[in-house]
């Protein structure tokens, strides 16, 4: 996957527009639309706003691996879950679901698949939750 489709990839994920995202990081109309069509490359600029945006590094961005994350131990990891509400855990899987598999299910590169059976899941959670009350 090129530059340009991970930036477009990771843009309709968010469920922005090109509009959006030009007025967040204050670019020319044109510029987003080139660099995801691959006829521009994004400047340091440009990455490190579009990273902040769609809530990736700059590496995801530009080499499209995950590779580069920093690892967390399992003590981290089992910290971190243990501090969570049942809803948060909740609100973790339906916003960052490929983050969650990565990081405590030991997936490396999770599929669309995945990831979708994953929110399908958390929905199917919460109406459980829903209907016992």
């Given at each position: 996957?090129?530059?340009?489709?991970?930036?477009?990839?990771?843009?309709?994920?968010?469920?922005?527009?090109?509009?959006?995202?030009?007025?967040?990081?204050?670019?020319?109309?044109?510029?987003?639309?080139r660099?995801?069509?691959?006829?521009?490359?994004?400047?340091?600029?440009?990455?490190?706003?579009?990273?902040?945006?769609?809530?990736?590094?700059?590496?995801?961005?530009?080499?499209?691996?995950?590779?580069?994350?920093?690892?967390?131990?399992?003590?981290?990891?089992?910290?971190?879950?243990?501090?969570?509400?049942?809803r948060?855990?909740?609100?973790?899987?339906l916003?960052?679901?490929?983050?969650?598999?990565?990081?405590?299910?030991?997936?490396?590169?999770?599929?669309?698949?995945?990831?979708?059976?994953?929110?399908?899941?958390?929905?199917?959670?919460?109406l459980?939750?829903?209907?016992?009350?």
């Amino acid at each position: 996957m090129s530059i340009g489709e991970r930036l477009r990839s990771l843009r309709q994920r968010m469920g922005l527009t090109q509009m959006d995202v030009q007025r967040k990081i204050g670019i020319p109309n044109t510029k987003l639309s080139r660099c995801e069509s691959d006829e521009r490359t994004p400047d340091m600029d440009e990455l490190i706003l579009l990273s902040e945006i769609y809530e990736v590094s700059i590496d995801f961005i530009v080499r499209g691996d995950t590779e580069s994350l920093p690892a967390i131990s399992s003590e981290k990891v089992a910290s971190l879950k243990n501090k969570l509400t049942d809803r948060e855990k909740n609100v973790l899987l339906l916003f960052n679901p490929k983050d969650v598999l990565i990081t405590h299910f030991g997936f490396e590169n999770p599929s669309n698949q995945d990831v979708d059976k994953m929110r399908e899941y958390a929905q199917f959670l919460q109406l459980q939750k829903q209907n016992k009350a």
